[in-house]
């Protein structure tokens, strides 16, 4: 992770957002958006202009060095400004959080095999975690892990059920969560990389989901009898949940820059319907129940630009801001649904057809108060945090 340098993330989100902009933003009513995302096909011509116009993978410098995360920050919401930016440019979910977290942790072989790859945006990824509620697997609370791996001599033999696995159909790169064992004796949670497609891992169906916007969808998959070698297995054996974290904090505050850009968006296409469209001899946003709505809204987007510019200043000390990036995931998102709730208001008939992206990013934001941890088991985690720091306190009076 490189040093903060305003200027140069500025420069890079200007670039990123005429693109998206003016290249990016006529795709949004192509009719390859599918229910489950972009076709692939979608995304490879867009990927090819970003390419052209030097915008792909935007984040990763030349050399393989990664912008600080408040330059990130930037950088993504400009490329949220379409639902098809973050595809286009390649900084979407999960390829971007797996790009981070294989650049932190994969080896010299590893980064030439499975991160190569996705930097040039020749592949997309999949991040094989959460498992079927129905079966008692891994959702909020991993440590209800059910995936087992167990090792075979030099090799690792993964057996399984995977659920919401985002991006799965077409994905070139997998990371497999999975609990090892060795000999009888439970190792823990572990990740695995493995090449896709792999007949071992079958994909059972693909969810219909609220949100559209990541291709692949969301799938359930089958793992039987996967066979990975132990040059395959991500940090060591044993360390998955600490890399998983390690991911995890980054990842759900480049979620909440994606969908604040798309939210500005939004607030864009609201505001010119209501200084456009007359009702009652005068234009909506003249109206106070109008006018006061978009107002909210712009408090709020500069509320939550503010929360991610925060978190992602704690992420650039180095520290791992499980704390702050819980904090952020629920002021953000909380604030980015009411947001793109008023926004369809504002328009209203209008505001839930797809005649504009309104309608996509309230249904986006709407999934996106449960990815990453829905905001209930964030604000659990904080309550638990507060208690331990008052008995903390308590300790020391």
Known sequence: MSAYDEARGADIAKKVEAFVREVVAPYEQDPRRGPHGPSDDLINELRAKARAAGVLTPHILDGGGHLSHRETAVVLRAAGLSPLGPQAVNVAAPDEGNMYLLSKVASAEQRLRFLDPL???RARSAFFMTEPADEGGAGSDPSMLKTTAVQDGNHWVIDGRKAFITGAQGARVGIVMARAEAQSESIGATLFLVDLPDPAIRIERVLDTIDSSMPGGHAVVAIEGLRVSAD?????????????????????????????GACTRAQEIATAYAVKRQAFGKPLIDHEGVGFMLAENLIELKQAELMIDWCAGVLDSGSLGVTESSMAKVAVSEALMRIADRCVQVMGGTGVTGDTIVEQVFREVRAFRIYDGPTEVHKWSLAKKIKRDAAAREAQA
């Open 232 to 260: 395959q297995v991500l940090g060591q054996p044993g360390d998955g949940f600490k890399l998983a974290q390690l991911r995890l904090a980054p990842a759900r505050l480049t979620h909440c820059m994606r969908w604040l």
């Open 119 to 121: 930097v040039a945006g």
